[in-house]
């Protein structure tokens, strides 16, 4: 088994900055690749940004340029540093890890929430 804990969301104006981290617990030895998801109300889920083990990361279109993940194999975390934020960012936003047999864990989820 592999726990998540996200932390870093809040309330920022348009425009500000956040950066959210993901602490990974229990079984890592079997993460491989780790991602960012986030859904907004009414709306499903969505990738946002995944990073493999070797460091390379991946993002959707809505947040190139914005947003940055980064992990840090060593303290078993992933961080998602995100810039320029518009109010269409505003999600709940989840860390999610999977194992090398495709197995998919997921975090509790921080909102993030940006007014105009």
């Known amino acids: 088994q592999v726990q998540l804990v996200e932390s870093g969301g809040g309330l920022v104006q348009a425009g500000g900055s956040l950066s959210l981290s993901c602490t990974a617990s229990?079984?890592?030895?079997?993460?491989?690749?780790m991602y960012w998801y986030r859904q907004a109300p009414g709306k499903q889920r969505e990738l946002v940004a995944g990073?493999?083990?070797?460091?390379?990361?991946n993002y959707d279109d809505s947040v190139k340029g914005r947003f940055t993940i980064s992990r840090d194999n060593a303290k078993n975390m992933v961080y998602l540093q995100m810039n320029s934020l518009k109010p269409e960012d505003t999600a709940v936003y989840y860390c999610?890890?999977?194992?090398?047999?495709?197995?998919?864990?997921w975090g509790q989820g921080t909102q993030v929430t940006v007014s105009s």
């Open positions: 990073i493999t083990s070797g460091g390379s990361t």
């Open positions: 999610k890890a999977r194992n090398n047999l495709l197995y998919d864990y």
């Open positions: 229990g079984r890592i030895s079997v993460i491989n690749t």
